[in-house]
């Protein structure tokens, strides 16, 4: 099996300046392929440490893949390691990098300065990739000292990750690496103990080549994915398909997507199709769920609005939630997330609506523990209210409460 | 210098499924008190890999702090690889870890499984400081073969970072290392560029114990952070104090906090101090501005809702938006910023209002670039309105967008 050293060069991230996230994004990618991560390392903007494990990496390695150490102010320790270690013998203009930075620097209105012409400058071994993204050059080096291939991506983290599919194409075609196939199962509103004893009959009766991953995330669930290699003689994915079938039966509507998504763009997508709109009234949640909606590309053609009702006077004047509702109950109360989504729907004039009051914490209420939320959707057929707690800090609060919210709607939309 | 490594351990990391954020944290916290970050290593729960990577680590730097391999379903590898390399003998049960188990599962309703007793097992060398947030503990091996000292975190990001204040204390304890003192400046309204340009000839005239690091972000601007090295002979705070006034001749309002802090942290208390209250109304920033102002704990003393007025119906129904307004003038414009930060000010009856109008990607309206919006800002005298242009992705401009708004506010009430 072909394994990968990660390497991050620069010293911003050793002074956690930079939280690294393109390790994470390759690492995702190559896994993703059956490429194995042996290990991840980040060094300083230092010649000799850089030397020394890049040397190492590729003895024991087969590739190595560093991000950053190329921006115009810093491009000469790393590219003269590179060089150094590649066994180059001189500097070479790259004439597609070259045309790239100009092109770049136009479209900000910017002269080329010497600093951003020695860009495309690179190790006369190195072949290029032209990154389209940016100025820095992605370069390749094949057999170092007749050991490991090394990929150098820029380290600006949206040029990095725009470098990942050349690079992942590049390794498919350098190295024999058994292909993938993936099938990815979105699960929503249950534990991952929970799920995991639920389908465990499922999971111990699937056939020998089939692997299954759990990937939870906050914000999303827990993502299922189902993985076999290919061997050319079966229909993987329609025997997938087929093992999904028998999931789908077990989870029912916990199951939000069968592709890799989130809450977010499945509600997005379901409301397109139906020809519907929705908006929203947020107390605890404070604008975490229009922010959730709005992440998403051409979410206007559905997304009216939301109003963020912190105070109580911004409840009762905005949503119309009426003042003896709040009295008799307390703010957090069925009553006033059904009145809070009833009031945004009438507001706004969307098909549904979805609200959210509770406690986020750090102070509580003297009432309800910190982590409870009552959450509403309003629609065509009635409002309904459900109660959840949660344990965490403010922020996974927020979170949690946001996440649980666009499911409910969800639900009441399929159900609809 | 005292120089740390810094290892992540778990699969979980190399698969790419997890963003390190643990190396990270740990490594400003050190950075600030004056320790080297040597290199930062992810290692795959393996023995052999661990134990190797571990042994040579704490014969090059002195400090070895790990992160992660503790759970209860993973605990064995890595402490029977800490037993082994520490010269353990065997496993003892340390009562202070295994009484916070006990708290923590009780406060979750739960038993205790043998699984959850294991976690308070440690090898029978290692120091425990207890973890309070989880049931992992914190272990401290010292002198290991004679060499280093080495650190176990447990790997939940909350935990890890719960833990780094008695670990800074512990290594303050036990290695002489300078203290650093340092004085945080909050710039917001320059590029990093012409900040360092405009402030280079008050730079270079710093004494010479007195270093400038520049820390900039998407959402808080720039953090100038100046730091000396103690010497317990002058008051260095005083003197790094003088250089602050200096500088804020210099940058005036485009400072706006003598702390590390937000701008949104800033607001508030800027807002608390007056008395005031603020709501906003947000087109293209889609609940942002709300997400921050209430990301602050005790927001909810100044922060009384906000409009997320995603439709042109909602712009004119809610808001109160005349439509020959948008008609004349179109949806993206400053007559419609100013219309809708009045109106959402007057429905909530704040004193301040803050709203954006404009396009942040991918598609735009046919008339303005991708990356224009207008900032309007209402309050007790008057109404201003701003153009900015900025270009970058829909995620990144709904950033600056946002924090752009915030700074305009905060400019607004000072001058109030």
Redesign the interface.
């Known amino acids: 099996m072909i394994q990968v050293s990660i390497v991050t060069i620069g010293d911003e991230?050793?002074?956690?300046?930079?939280?690294?996230?393109n390790?994470?994004?390759?690492?995702?990618?190559?896994?993703s392929v059956g490429v194995k991560?042996?290990?991840?390392?980040?060094?300083?903007d230092n010649a000799d440490?850089m030397e020394k494990?890049l040397l190492n990496l590729l003895a024991s390695t087969q590739i190595v893949i560093t991000t950053g150490g190329l921006g115009p102010t810093k491009d000469d320790i790393t590219k003269a390691t590179l060089l150094k270690i590649s066994g180059s013998s001189c500097y070479r203009e790259d004439p597609g990098q070259l045309e790239m930075v100009r092109k770049i620097l136009q479209g900000?209105g910017l002269d080329m300065l010497p600093s951003n012409r020695a860009q495309a400058l690179v190790p006369d071994k190195a072949e290029v990739i032209v990154n389209k993204l940016g100025t820095a050059p992605i370069m390749v080096f094949r057999n170092i000292s007749g050991k490991g291939t090394l990929y150098s991506l820029p380290g600006v983290p949206?040029e990095a990750v725009g470098a990942i599919p050349e690079i992942v194409s590049d390794i498919k075609k350098h190295f024999s690496i058994g292909e993938i196939v993936h099938s990815n199962i979105m699960v929503y509103g249950i534990a991952e103990s929970a799920l995991s004893e639920l389908i465990a009959p499922w999971e111990d009766a699937l056939p020998a080549d089939m692997h299954l991953a759990y990937?939870p995330n906050m914000l999303t669930g827990i993502r299922l994915r189902l993985s076999s290699y290919a061997d050319g003689t079966t229909n993987i994915l329609e025997r997938q398909k087929a093992q999904i079938g028998k999931l789908k039966a077990i989870l029912g509507d916990k199951i939000y997507a069968l592709k890799d998504t989130t809450l977010e763009q499945a509600l997005g997508e379901l409301l397109l199709e139906r020809g519907k709109?929705v908006?929203c009234a947020?107390s605890c949640t404070?604008?975490?769920?229009?922010?959730l909606?709005?992440?998403v590309?051409?979410?206007?053609a559905y997304?009216?609005?939301?109003?963020?009702?912190?105070?109580v006077?911004?409840k009762e004047?905005?949503l119309g939630v009426d003042p003896a509702v709040i009295e008799k109950n307390g703010v957090v109360s069925s009553e006033v997330a059904a009145a809070m989504a009833e009031g945004v729907r009438k507001?706004?004039?969307s098909d549904y609506a979805v609200s959210t009051t509770g406690l986020s914490?750090?102070?509580g209420d003297g009432i309800n523990p910190v982590g409870t939320v009552w959450i509403g959707v309003a629609g065509p057929h009635g409002t309904i209210t459900r109660k959840y707690c949660y344990?965490s800090?403010?922020?996974r609060n927020?979170e949690r409460f946001a996440s649980t919210a666009l499911n409910l709607l969800r639900l009441y939309i399929i159900e609809d």
Chains 1, 2 share one sequence.
Do not use: W
Request: hydrophobic content about 40%.
């Open positions: 991230i050793l002074i956690g300046q930079i939280v690294d996230t390790s994470s994004a390759i690492a995702q990618a190559l896994e991560i042996a290990g991840m390392y980040s060094v300083p440490v494990t900000r949206h990937l709109t908006s947020e404070g604008g975490e769920i229009a922010h909606f709005t992440s590309p051409g979410s206007s997304f009216l609005g939301s109003v963020t009702s912190y105070a006077s911004v004047s905005v507001l706004t004039g914490g750090p102070s344990k800090d403010r922020k927020i």
